[in-house]
């Protein structure tokens, strides 16, 4: 199976910041990855899929980059609300469908 | 507007068998493909498996040998069991719609259930 591995484990982030969640394959995934944002308590919701396209209501701040085995989640600019954490989902080979370990984006 | 509920026992014996049912509401059950995942803090987010009404499904390998997923169509729910559980169980469980076709990722989500496995 193809393991997903997220860094940083924890970002510490001020409002306004750019910030960057880094997700690497250790397989080929093309470009069938997925990032969620799940807040305490909550389910994750889809944020993009295809590495790249944001799912209708996903704010454009939010963006995602890179194919192959590197995959980036870009917020261009942090809201109060996007404290949460974040997970990379691939899709490119299943069974099973695999997710990294999640980032943690909390307050600085 | 869908929504999913997940339902079943929150509390599991070891070796017993883990029943959730999960109810589709806001449309027909036999619209996507469905699947069930869990998190746990010691193994996050895992995919346990997808379910069709036709019966199409596929499983996680690591859990395929425990593992059944059914559809109640007269019901509009969706279900999976898990035989002899552990406490390595332990975890939310989630209910969730497949996207797209031909992409396994999950733009509907329950709102989960917590399952502990304890004696």
Not at chain 1, 63 to 85: K, R, W, Y
Request: hydrophobic residues 35%.
């Amino acid at each position: 199976e193809i393991v997903m591995t997220q860094s940083p484990a924890t970002l510490s982030v001020s409002l306004g910041e750019r910030v960057t969640v880094s997700c690497r394959a250790s397989q080929y995934a093309a470009h069938n990855l997925a990032w969620y944002q799940q807040k305490p308590g909550q389910a994750p919701r889809l944020l993009i899929y295809g590495a790249s396209t944001r799912v209708t209501g996903v704010p454009a701040r939010f963006s995602g980059s890179g194919s192959g085995t590197e995959f980036t989640l870009t917020i261009s600019s942090l809201q109060s609300e996007d404290f949460a954490v974040y997970y990379c989902q691939q899709y490119n080979q299943w069974p099973p469908v695999t997710f990294g370990g999640g980032t943690k984006v909390e307050i600085k | 507007q869908v929504q999913l509920q997940e339902s079943g026992p929150g509390l599991v014996k070891p070796s017993e068998t883990l029943s959730l049912s999960c109810n589709v509401s806001g449309d027909s059950v036999k619209s996507y493909y469905w699947s069930w995942l869990r998190q746990s803090p010691g193994k996050g987010l895992e995919w346990i498996g997808y379910i069709y009404f036709s019966g199409d499904a596929d499983y996680n390998p690591s859990l395929k040998s425990r593992v059944s997923l059914s559809v109640d169509t007269s019901k509009n729910e969706f279900s999976l069991r898990l035989r002899s559980v552990t406490a390595a169980d332990t975890a939310v469980y989630y209910c969730a719609r497949r996207f797209i076709a031909g992409m396994l990722v999950f733009d509907l989500w329950g709102r989960g259930t917590l399952v502990t496995v304890s004696s």
